[in-house]
């Protein structure tokens, strides 16, 4: 839905082609979202047919017909409702890596700690290729140009969420280990549990 407006948006700065909307979108978001250009154009249809963007020019190409298209007066007032509102409740959290440890049965401890071991490299590895992008903008601190906001505070923030991932990873990593451990050494003690049992129905 935010993707919807999002280009919205770039076509109310802008009039566009929609195949230079993917590399603006990235530009805007300081790579840290997604965005392909087959979304691209799905969404840009639905906004036509929608009635809030319009065709205003075409050009040919190779492939056929290019064309530019604009937001309408109705596109712009959506988009200015959307910009305006507020979320009315904090976003569930949904992340698979939380059911595989609620589901998880006590032998499963060896494959969560490898899963967790490797979202923590994964996490690691996207938090250096930020820290690389982040050299290169403006920091959001310092930045007079609203072009340079969005990109350097969309990163920040981007960043900000690894880190806290990273170091919840961590903790579940060690509460694991110590189940673990609590777990075998129990399995060391069953025996002589047993033995004791047994010596006290005897005694008894």
Known sequence: ?????????LLIKEPSYPYELS????????????????????????LEDEGLLERISREPNAHGIKWIYRATKLG????????????????????DTLLKIAMAKPEDVNHLLRMIERQERLCAQRLQEYSEFEATLVPFEEACDWEDVGPSLITNAAMAQLNLEMR??????????????????????TPELKQYEQAAQLNG
Do not use: C, H
Not at 1 to 9: E, F, N, R, S
């Open 1 to 9: 839905m935010a993707v919807k407006y999002a280009i919205l948006g």
């Open 23 to 46: 590399a603006t979108f990235k530009q805007q978001t300081g790579n840290a979202w997604e965005l392909n250009r087959g979304q691209v154009y799905q969404t840009v249809y639905r």
């Open 76 to 95: 712009k007032r959506e988009y200015e409702r959307w910009l305006l509102s507020s979320r009315e409740k904090v976003r569930p959290l949904r992340d």
């Open 168 to 189: 919840w990873l961590a903790e579940a990593r060690n509460v694991l280990v110590r189940l673990k451990d609590e777990d075998r050494k129990l399995r060391k003690k």
